[in-house]
């Protein structure tokens, strides 16, 4: 007997016993108000007792898609050109580069109907794009590992560029040919602007060569002065990068033991290069030396300073360069 069959048997059963101890006994025993109990029985003096079938309810039309083929193409290509984006910021990218409105829903829609609407599933087709040409990596990128934000945190505040500067180191992992590679980051707390280099050697010297030689030349240029630094306690950040501190005239300080958030504008930033340049050129490309990989650092931080989109409350939509430059100011 399927269901169909006992719902009407069911209903034939409330019209006998309704002739037998009346409407309101049967309506009771059966737990339905009057209402339907009339509504049922005008059907079955209209149509008999084919008429208590219950109805078949076909699931409304979806509205139409509203897109045209080209743009949901363009949407898809996006979402696979950096396959670790999530549809607020393909829509954001889309808004700045192609002067397209498209909200994020209707975004992460258009992923849907293509199958690549997670980042596991975009990643998986650039790993068998790139499986025909270059082969992928036999040793992944290994993430550096938080530790879980407990209680309230005391935010790092600045009021314009140089007045602090966190940095930090990320293990990229070892490569075939290249070796270990260590990559330092610097985020200014102001503006988010960022700079990031491949380490020689994962020392104290070689953090020290990175203050000298790449951040302190750069905002000399800007027309900043680089006033403090926040690092945390590694082992990079001691011995010779304390003494080029205080060549320099800056004022170093650390975060706390077991504070990691304390430093959460750089290990922001250093996830952001992880998740939408080097998870995505490593499904791409096979790097066979450091000079590749500092290249390809190199542009993917000028796309990240001077393109990119930025919608948190210190650029508010500005490039992290308009106000590093000079070319925006933005009130806090």
């Not at 550096?144 to 293990?171: I, K, N």
Request: glycine share 8%; hydrophobic share 40%; charged share 25%.
């Amino acid at each position: 007997m399927t269901l169909d069959d006992s719902i009407l048997g069911l209903r034939l059963r409330v019209m006998r016993r309704a002739q037998e101890a009346g409407v309101s006994a049967a309506c009771r025993e059966v737990g339905i108000s009057r209402t339907v109990f009339y509504r049922w029985r005008k059907r079955l003096e209209r149509y008999g007792a084919d008429g208590l079938h219950p109805r078949r309810r076909h699931a409304q039309r979806g509205r139409p898609v509203q897109l045209a083929p080209e743009v949901e193409r363009l949407i898809v290509s996006v979402a696979l050109s950096a396959g670790t984006w999530g549809c607020g910021r393909i829509a954001a990218d889309l808004a700045h580069r192609w002067k397209l409105r498209v909200a994020p829903s209707t975004v992460q829609r258009v992923l849907r109907r293509a199958g690549v609407a997670t980042r596991r599933a975009r990643l998986t087709v650039l790993e068998h794009q790139a499986a025909h040409t270059v082969g992928l990596l036999t040793e992944r990128t290994r993430r550096r590992l938080w530790q879980a934000r407990h209680g309230r945190t005391r935010h790092v505040e600045a009021q314009q560029p140089g007045e602090l500067v966190c940095l930090d180191t990320f293990y990229i992992g070892q490569l075939k040919g290249v070796g270990k590679v260590w990559q330092i980051t610097a985020c200014d707390a102001a503006c988010s602007y960022g700079v990031a280099w491949l380490l020689p050697a994962f020392s104290a010297a070689a953090a020290a060569a990175f203050l000298r030689d790449i951040l302190v030349p750069l905002y000399r240029r800007a027309g900043w002065p680089l006033l403090r630094l926040l690092t945390d306690g590694g082992g990079e950040f001691k011995g010779a990068f304390d003494d080029a501190c205080r060549e320099l005239g800056l004022r170093h300080t650390r975060t706390q033991p077991r504070h990691p958030w304390t430093n959460g504008f750089v290990e922001r930033l250093q996830g952001t290069i992880l998740q939408e340049h080097w998870r995505v050129q490593f499904r791409r490309r096979y790097f066979t030396s450091g000079a590749a990989l500092a290249r390809s650092l190199a542009e993917f931080m000028r796309f990240y300073n001077d393109q990119r989109p930025h919608q948190g409350y210190r650029l508010r939509g500005h490039t992290p360069s308009a106000l590093f430059h000079g070319a925006a100011a933005v009130h806090h």
